[in-house]
């Protein structure tokens, strides 16, 4: 009898214990803006962040690669006005300068849905923006091929125009990673040497053969 009132007892007293009303405090949290992350939508409004001591700007942490990104472009963009990243992107080789035949296929692909509407499907300006002067871009794009300034333009220096842009060309690197980047340039490159093989005068005939 005594220990069923002792248990009864204390089953009262746990139990108006969990209805009370009374507010723990539950103690020092360690590392709170851990504990409790902010989280932000990347296209709301977070011109007031900085007001709040949050440095916030949807961008990617500068030096960080994402998942199943490879081979970085360690040359950062221009500032307004400044070429000097521009002209060493020069000496940037490119990784992928060799491809097999799937990898080829795959960037003429990526090319044709990427750059063919403005350079055209045979790499001479002459895209669906322009189609010969009738099309509605008044400008002619650049030929990729037959233009001895882009036949001669070194692929890294291809690859930071289609990164980040180039006069009225804008960056690609949010359609194209950059090893599709690579990919595309080593398909311009290619068509533009097999231009030139076939432009290429035959060899002449040695005049001291003797016929027989």
């Not at 020092?28 to 851990?34: L, N």
């Not at 490159?189 to 053969?209: E, G, L």
Request: aromatic share 8%; with cysteine.
């Amino acid at each position: 009898m005594k220990n069923t009132l002792i248990i009864a007892s204390l089953t009262a007293v746990v139990a108006l214990t969990a209805c009370s009303d009374v507010k723990r405090t539950p103690g020092t949290i360690y590392m709170p803006d851990m504990a409790y992350s902010r989280a932000y939508e990347s296209y709301a409004d977070h011109s007031n962040l900085a007001e709040k001591g949050i440095n916030y700007n949807s961008r990617p942490v500068s030096g960080t690669i994402s998942r199943e990104e490879d081979m970085p472009f360690h040359i950062p963009m221009d500032l307004p006005g400044d070429t000097t990243n521009y002209t060493a992107s020069k000496a940037v080789p490119n990784p992928y300068d060799t491809l097999s035949k799937t990898d080829m296929d795959e960037a003429e692909r990526l090319y044709l849905i990427n750059c063919g509407i403005c350079h055209g499907d045979k790499l001479n300006g002459n895209g669906p923006l322009y189609k010969d002067g009738a099309g509605p871009y008044a400008a002619k794009p650049a030929a990729l091929v037959g233009d001895a300034k882009y036949e001669a333009m070194p692929a890294g220096q291809m690859f930071y125009s289609v990164a980040y842009g180039k006069n009225l060309m804008g960056s690609y690197a949010s359609q194209l990673s950059r090893k599709q980047r690579w990919q595309v340039i080593a398909y311009i490159k290619a068509k533009q040497q097999a231009s030139k093989a076939k432009a290429a005068p035959a060899p002449a005939a040695d005049a001291t053969a003797t016929t027989k």
